[in-house]
């Protein structure tokens, strides 16, 4: 991790080498609230911004859905529309803490949510009762990790691929529909 994205506002260096470690290069990452650390994501991963304000949309190589803030949190009807189907990572750094970050709960239908889940700045109260209230919605357990010296970042597996005894043992007639359309 490169010096230059350790200050309190960008990714802390703890969470960048543990994307580095988790997250194949190229893969999808949906980042809800977009910053200087944008760019340092966007030259490894896909990424998809969401950012409520105007003067942070393009700053970054990122896909950039812009979002205002509609009764207290991004608008819905939005999200609804330019989302991608699937992600491999849904990255919560947004919106700001004046804001608040709970409402993602009454939204997670619009998200993808079967990938990792990271939830950053962990070390403030209310983003700690929403990583438990979301691994609780979500029925999968979370770690908490230390993103700089004083930062925290939570982290929620994937969900596990449930694999059928018959393809374990081979037995894959019938199975068919599982590879094609």
């Known amino acids: 991790m490169r010096s230059r994205w350790l200050n309190p506002w960008r990714i802390g260096s703890g969470l960048a080498d543990w994307l580095e470690a988790t997250l194949p290069r190229g893969r999808t990452i949906v980042e809800l609230g977009s910053g200087e650390g944008t760019a340092w994501?966007?030259?490894r991963w896909r990424v998809v911004s969401v950012e409520h304000d105007a003067r942070f949309v393009g700053r970054h190589a990122s896909r950039y859905v812009y979002a205002p803030l509609r009764d207290g949190w991004y608008d819905a009807a939005v999200l609804a529309r330019e989302l991608p189907a699937r992600c491999d990572l849904l990255l919560v750094d947004g919106p700001p803490k004046r804001i608040g970050r709970r409402p993602l709960l009454?939204?997670?239908d619009l998200f993808h949510t079967d990938g990792w889940i990271v939830l950053d700045d962990v070390h403030r109260h209310g983003e700690r009762l929403l990583t438990a209230a979301l691994s609780a919605r979500l029925d999968?357990?979370?770690?908490?990790?230390?993103a700089s010296m004083w930062r925290r970042f939570a982290v929620i597996a994937?969900?596990?691929?449930?694999?059928?005894?018959a393809?374990?043992?081979g037995r894959t007639a019938g199975l068919r529909s599982l590879t094609q359309p």
């Open 158 to 165: 994937p969900r596990p691929v449930v694999c059928s005894a």
């Open 41 to 43: 994501l966007a030259e």
């Open 140 to 146: 999968r357990p979370f770690a908490v990790r230390r």
């Open 167 to 169: 393809l374990l043992s």
């Open 106 to 108: 009454e939204h997670l």
